[in-house]
């Protein structure tokens, strides 16, 4: 059984996801004082629950009561809501990613903002995502660090990261492209795969990151494998050496 746990939820918010879901069978809501339980009975245990029908005012309010929560992180396309809580292994991968992009960006003295994992919606657009990781790079200037980023004037991150460690995970590209986010790094299966987004709006496996010219798909896989494998510290004084070479 897959369960969420979401606080500080209002019961307008939980009233409408109870209408959304009224045909949904399986999907069990629990409301207590502002906790919201959400389970999937089946679904094996920790693996991200999937909404359908889900208006995107109903989005909205989730996002808006969710503020300043690191967890379940959240992704809507088209009235599907995805909610995955991370797991210990997840978020490791995900700190080697941010790691690798840190240390990169260091040895070129190129500035680069780390937007984490902000949530990315535009006015307009039945969209939204939370991703794993995300850098402002060649747009770092554009962003200010003394409000929150907001895609009506603010441009898409240059860079996101998504750890996907579940075979049941929505596709979360629809959304990347319709936000325009232009290159993608995703980990699946112990491999990293680089995408980059096309003037058609769509994605394409590129042999070479546009972020950072000097790393492959093979570079980033045997990073992460490599930072797996080795303690925190021996891991960045490693990683920097490996930085410094490129």
């Known amino acids: 059984m897959s369960c969420v746990r979401l606080h500080n939820i209002g019961w307008k918010t939980y009233d409408a996801l109870v209408t959304d879901l009224a045909d949904s069978a399986g999907i069990r809501l629990t409301y207590d004082r502002g906790t919201l339980e959400i389970l999937d009975p089946g679904m094996p245990h920790s693996e991200p629950i999937l909404l359908y029908k889900i208006r995107y005012d109903t989005y909205e309010q989730l996002t808006q009561d969710m503020l300043n929560q690191a967890a379940p992180r959240m992704a809507y396309h088209k009235g599907m809501l995805e909610l995955m809580s991370p797991s210990s292994s997840h978020e490791d991968i995900k700190q080697l990613f941010v790691d690798i992009a840190d240390a990169m960006a260091e040895v070129r003295d190129a500035d680069i903002f780390p937007a984490g994992s902000t949530t990315f919606r535009k006015r307009g657009l039945p969209e939204g995502f939370e991703a794993d990781a995300s850098f402002y790079i060649t747009s770092a200037d554009a962003i200010s660090r003394q409000r929150a980023i907001d895609l009506d004037v603010d441009p898409p991150p240059d860079l996101i990261v998504e750890v996907n460690l579940s075979s ?79």
């Open 168 to 246: 049941s995970s929505m596709s979360k590209f629809p959304t990347y492209a319709a936000l325009g986010v232009p290159e993608v790094w995703r980990y699946r299966g112990g491999q990293v795969r680089i995408h980059l987004l096309a003037e058609g709006g769509a994605y394409s496996v590129s042999n070479r990151s546009a972020a950072f010219t000097d790393l492959t798909p093979d570079d980033l896989t045997q990073l992460i494998a490599t930072g797996l494998g080795m303690r925190r510290r021996q891991w960045l004084r490693w990683l920097r050496a490996f930085a410094a070479s490129r």
